[in-house]
């Protein structure tokens, strides 16, 4: 049905890497996390107080944007399924090919993404 590198082919490697990159960045969230609630940990006068709170943040705020991603994958694969992929979300006109080569998860064409 589909070629080697079709959109099937294309989201499943995509939601692999993204996989990968939310056990990554739980298993970093979760060693953050250790660190700030160690014994040795006290905010208020440890001057890497912040930069451990700042950390958690940002490991925090990536861990959500990949996740969202693994959501919008798992969206496309569905679209994929029930025949709509391809076609923009917003305006119901298709979506370019070299848009979907690059963004193969994007619900929206070039001219509604901006
Ligand atoms: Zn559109």
Do not use: N, W
């Amino acid at each position: 049905m589909s070629a080697p590198d079709g959109p099937a082919a294309l989201l499943s490697s995509e939601r692999a890497r993204t996989v990968e990159q939310v056990d990554a960045l739980t298993r970093d969230f979760d060693s953050v996390v250790e660190a700030c609630e160690s014994d040795a940990y006290d905010d208020e006068h440890d001057p890497e107080g912040h930069t451990i709170a700042y950390e958690r943040q940002q490991v925090a705020s990536l861990l959500r944007e990949a996740k969202v991603h693994l959501t919008e994958i798992d969206d496309a694969l569905a679209r994929l399924d029930s025949g709509t992929y391809g076609t923009c979300g917003v305006c119901g006109g298709p979506i370019a090919g070299e848009r979907l080569a690059t963004r193969p998860a994007t619900r929206t064409c070039i001219t509604c993404a901006r």
